[in-house]
């Protein structure tokens, strides 16, 4: 049948490809950078440091120089100044602290110097010595602390500071020798072209000592990632699906489709991690972007298990035995939600922890309300896990005839909570799954076959030959029923009752249907009465003979109204109301 679409609808039906690529093109570029984001926001929720120790003696008996006051002519105090004066952009100041040699630009080299110890040497401020003569145990002599070496093609060469003398006081400054390989270092700066070519506003660091031409290269790598991804995740998949054509299972058929969007966000972080050594990062900044780059194989891996998920359980939906049990295709979107919820929040506190984020209160706070959730959903889980149990153990199905204690009815639904049956006075009964899997189920429509089970009582005139004849053709009747199972059937006289000669009669017929079973009852029912009849016998009817003594020889008074006297010998015959020779059973 053609399709009468609007004249628009061709052009939508073109641009919806290239819309939801752009859709995962953002989707990927918000999900890398929001990595990075969260990342540097990090800092912000760490737990504060602890306070300083009070000063302890070192193993020579004096004080660590670690836990003394900074002098303000110290190491530590003139470097501390030198960077502040630095990420401040203001390097004529930075200058002061340098060994200048005569008519050299003292702002260039500042700059230089500091980025060629971001780079090689990153400084811990922290760690120089606070004393004002520096450390005395280095070795270098009075005057003189070593920051560092710079690795070069002839070997590492120091970073040295000396103690000085200026017009502003006493100071620690860049030795000469240091100031003047100032210029070689810088050289061989990896990215010395950017840094010479690009404004000063873009070379200041920002969050996570990322340059600022950094954080903005950084979304421009992350699509081009993205780009570099997909087509490995094309390149993959396609591999793949050349195995996985030869199996007979759907499942990994899925799986594939499934992995789409996992395989290029892994594929785009391998490009990110190959990418980033060109960036020249900062020490810090490559940590922080090694711990984004770490988080992000965190999110694929777990985006991978949600996706697997959707695809098992959409072939448990497509299988024979969901499709035939109603419960189960509840249960199954049911216990997929769940399972995403717990795979989501798993990842994400794995997330959260890699990026530096304080999680064990979190992890507390999960924990209380797991163990609360629990105690105020008890009875919820119990039924659901009931549900689980009839899921899985099949008693009965929706539309089965079935006893449940006393209970006997048609099962009308199963749901997650609860299970409706329908009574025979088409009354409903709702019964929690929870108790009803610790309920004894009796399910009639599981039978193979129905049972006939009945007692023919026949009159104690019957003769031995009747009798046999009566059996002979009630047994030969049920074997020439069409229905009936020949393996058993049970034709046998059981015994002499008071007021009858008792016949058992059970069979079973072949058949599901208890209306057609009520029909071939009924008909074999009536063979037997005419057996009955042609044989000349009849069914009995329950009676009770009492015998009324005389007493003196008198007569009794009864007899006159009863009919009793000479004639019946005193005897009264009292006669119980009639009853079915034959009782059938179901």
Request: charged share 20%; net charge neutral; with cysteine.
């Amino acid at each position: 049948m053609p399709r009468n679409d609007p004249p628009e609808a061709p052009k939508r039906r073109r641009l919806w490809p290239a819309a939801r690529w752009w859709f995962r093109a953002a989707f990927a570029f918000s999900l890398v950078f929001g990595c990075v984001l969260l990342g540097a926001s990090a800092a912000e929720l760490a737990p504060p440091p602890a306070p300083s120790a009070p000063p302890t003696a070192s193993a020579e008996g004096g004080v660590d120089p670690e836990t003394l006051p900074v002098a303000p002519d110290s190491p530590q105090a003139s470097m501390r100044r030198f960077i502040e004066l630095c990420r401040a952009g203001d390097y004529a100041e930075a200058a002061r602290y340098l060994d200048l040699p005569p008519r050299a630009d003292g702002a260039v080299l500042a700059q230089k110097l500091k980025a060629v110890l971001d780079r090689h040497i990153w400084l811990d401020v922290a760690a120089l010595s606070p004393l004002p003569l520096g450390d005395a145990q280095d070795n270098l002599g009075a005057g003189v602390e070593e920051l560092g070496k710079i690795p070069t093609r002839t070997g590492p060469q120091p970073v040295r500071l000396v103690r000085r003398t200026t017009p502003d006081g006493v100071r620690w400054i860049f030795s000469r020798a240091t100031v003047d390989r100032v210029g070689e270092w810088y050289a061989r700066l990896e990215d010395r072209w950017l840094r010479d070519h690009l404004p000063p506003a873009l070379l200041r660091a920002g969050p996570r000592e990322l340059l600022w031409w950094q954080w903005l290269a950084l979304p421009v790598l992350a699509l081009a990632a993205w780009l570099v991804g997909a087509v490995l995740s094309f390149l993959l998949r396609a591999l793949l699906r050349r195995i996985i054509v030869r199996t007979d299972s759907t499942l990994d058929d899925a799986l594939l489709e499934g992995t789409r969007g996992p395989l290029t966000f892994a594929a785009a972080l391998l490009a990110i991690a190959a990418a980033l050594p060109w960036f020249g990062l900062y020490q810090p900044a490559e940590e922080f972007l090694d711990k984004v780059v770490r988080a992000g194989v965190f999110v694929a891996v777990f985006w991978f298990a949600l996706c697997a998920i959707d695809a098992v359980g959409g072939r448990l939906l497509a299988a024979p035995a969901t499709r035939d049990n109603p419960a189960a295709r509840s249960l199954v979107p049911l216990m997929g939600r769940i399972a995403k919820v717990a795979i989501v929040i798993v990842g994400a506190i794995a997330v959260l922890s890699e990026l530096g984020y304080p999680v064990a209160s979190l992890l507390a706070g999960l924990g209380i309300g797991g163990v609360a959730l629990a105690l105020a959903a008890q009875k919820t889980v119990e039924n659901l896990f009931g549900s689980v149990s009839i899921g899985i153990d099949k008693p009965f199905q929706v539309g089965d005839f079935v006893r449940v204690d006393a209970l006997l009815g048609t099962v009308e639904s199963i749901g997650l909570r609860s299970t409706r049956i329908r009574t025979l006075d088409r009354t409903l009964v709702t019964i929690p799954n929870g108790k009803l899997a610790d309920l004894q189920i009796e399910s009639y429509t599981a039978r193979d076959r129905m049972r006939l089970a009945c007692v023919l009582s026949l009159v104690h005139e019957t003769t031995p030959e009747q009798l046999r004849a009566i059996i002979e053709g009630c047994e030969r009747a049920l074997r020439a029923h069409p229905h009936i199972w020949p393996d058993d059937v049970v034709v046998r006289f059981i015994g002499v009752a008071p007021s009858s000669l008792d016949v058992e009669v059970m069979a079973w017929f072949e058949t599901r249907d208890f209306g057609e079973f009520r029909t071939m009852r009924q008909e074999m029912l009536i063979t037997f009465l005419e057996i009955v009849g042609s044989a000349g016998s009849r069914l009995a009817h329950p009676t009770q003979t009492l015998h009324l003594a005389t007493r003196d020889g008198e007569r009794p008074q009864a007899d006159a109204a009863d009919g009793g006297g000479p004639a019946n010998g005193g005897r009264r015959e009292l006669r119980q109301a009639p009853s079915a020779g034959a009782r059938p059973s179901r």
